[in-house]
């Protein structure tokens, strides 16, 4: 009798030859991004369909390289649950990398709420001032929407790989700050290497890029 070692040995290999199934497309208007950082790969899903302009606004940024050599400066944990906050990145001060504001397309509008892995445009006082600074959810953030007269902040997308590099970020130790941002500088900032568009044909401005005169060669 042959062994039943000996039977699936002799057995035909069908699923080798099986072709890869291929790969989900993204929806009709999203764009994925992958951010690589020095704690690990970031993939996000721009929603341009729903937010056009905020969407548009940080693929410059992104095809022009300029969110390149950044980084993740900011954890903001809520202190009844630290688990659960934002972590903030992208060209903080750096007025070289910084392009013209964009006007804000509120939650409201978009129908895009501040939920666990949503990626928002950061501002100042101006609700029309973001620029390239941005944040990613932990945990849901209603606060962030609009409501009544307040305009809120530009969700425009969301994490599809890499919330557990984002969680592993919102638990760096922190220090600190001014403001509303006070105590909440990273002690070590993540860098982000570099963004990467994953889909679509990258459209950089043609601009000039200053920050990149002092890189040494």
């Not at 969110?67 to 992208?90: C, E, M, N, V």
């Not at 709420?113 to 950061?122: E, F, N, Q, Y």
């Not at 700050?177 to 290497?193: D, F, N």
């Not at 570099?194 to 601009?207: E, F, I, N």
Request: hydrophobic share 40%; net charge positive; with cysteine.
């Amino acid at each position: 009798m042959r062994s039943i070692l000996g039977l699936a040995l002799a057995a035909p290999l069908f699923f080798l030859a099986t072709p890869a199934l291929p790969q989900a497309k993204p929806a009709p208007g999203t764009i994925r991004v992958r951010l690589v950082t020095s704690a690990g790969p970031i993939v996000l899903a721009l929603d341009g369909k729903r937010a056009p302009k905020t969407t548009a606004n940080f693929l410059k940024y992104v095809d022009d390289g300029r969110l390149d050599g950044t980084k993740f400066y900011r954890s903001a944990p809520r202190k009844s649950d630290p688990k659960h906050g934002f972590i903030q990145g992208g060209v903080g001060t750096d007025a070289r990398r910084t392009l013209s504001p964009v006007v804000l397309e509120p939650t409201d509008k978009t129908g895009i709420r501040h939920l666990d892995g949503v990626v928002s445009m950061a501002h100042a006082a101006d609700p029309d001032s973001a620029t390239g600074n941005f944040s990613i959810m932990v945990g849901p953030n209603p606060s962030l929407d609009a409501r009544g007269s307040y305009r809120g902040y530009a969700a425009f997308g969301r994490v599809v790989s890499g919330m557990d590099i984002v969680r592993k970020i919102l638990a760096l130790p922190t220090c600190c700050g001014r403001e509303a941002m006070k105590g909440q500088m990273i002690v070590k900032p993540v860098q982000i290497l570099r963004a990467q568009r994953l889909d679509g044909v990258p459209k950089p401005t043609g601009l000039s890029k200053p920050w990149l005169l002092n890189i040494r060669r």
